[in-house]
């Protein structure tokens, strides 16, 4: 199972909105809404924001919201803060009943 | 407070094996679906493996890199999952984390992670 593809990078201006993506497969993010969002912070274990493509666990910021289309999963996060400075992993369910991550996002607030 | 708090972490020459555990409290362990998600330093998250709750049969699945060498257990009695590594390899070298799906694929909550090295 291949790791799904992110962008190595994103950036933008505070204030901005920003848009990661997560492409798989049929396989994967194309045939399931179990694809979920994480944040992470250096050296600390990461955290869910979204999860089922578009829902927020309670406490996240609205500023995040998910998205798919086909085998392309998708992560805005509006209103950009420096506290979102981190990076940021797609997972999708699997044909295989297994799980995948994606590459990985760095978010650069400049 | 919802915790999972991984040990066993260490430092072990390649070819040796090692036992991680990842203990959890404040909610039902045996809800969980637990898996095992690692990260080399420096690289992104890689799923390992998962073992399913007992109403789901606790089937358990690895990915191919560790399929073989990696076993995955849990004692639901005592809060407890577990990852036994056999021949390691200096590419297993990684923090391991445990997380616990309850449903759709959401890996919440996390542990600290635990940091293994595989080196001569």
């Known amino acids: 199972q291949s790791a799904l593809t992110q962008p190595a990078s994103v950036s933008g201006s505070p204030g901005q909105s920003i848009t990661i993506s997560c492409t798989g497969t049929?396989?994967?993010?194309?045939?399931?809404?179990?694809v979920s969002w994480y944040q992470q912070y250096p050296g600390k274990a990461p955290k869910v924001i979204i999860y089922?493509?578009?829902n927020r666990p309670s406490g996240v910021s609205i500023r995040f919201s998910g998205s798919k289309s086909g085998n392309t999963a998708s992560l805005t996060i509006s209103g950009l803060q420096a506290e979102d400075e981190a990076n940021y992993y797609c997972?999708?369910?699997?044909?295989?009943?297994?799980?995948?991550f994606g590459t990985g996002t760095e978010v650069t607030v400049l | 407070e919802v915790q999972l708090v991984e040990s066993g972490g260490g430092l072990v020459q390649p070819g040796q094996s090692l036992r991680l555990s990842c203990t959890g409290s404040?909610?039902?362990?045996?809800?969980?679906?637990m898996n095992w998600v690692r990260q080399a330093p420096g690289k992104g998250l890689e799923w390992v493996g998962i073992i399913r709750k007992k109403i789901h049969g606790g089937t358990i699945e690895y990915a191919a890199s560790v399929k073989g060498r990696f076993t995955i257990s849990r004692d639901d009695s005592k809060s407890i999952a577990y990852l036994q590594m056999n021949s390691l390899k200096s590419d297993d070298t990684a923090v391991y984390y445990c997380s616990g799906i309850m449903s759709a694929g959401r890996f919440d909550p996390w542990g600290q992670g635990s940091l293994v090295t595989v080196s001569s």
């Open positions: 404040g909610f039902t362990f045996g809800d969980y679906a």
């Open positions: 049929s396989s994967d993010v194309g045939g399931y809404n179990f």
């Open positions: 089922e493509v578009s």
């Open positions: 997972s999708s369910y699997t044909r295989s009943t297994t799980y995948v």
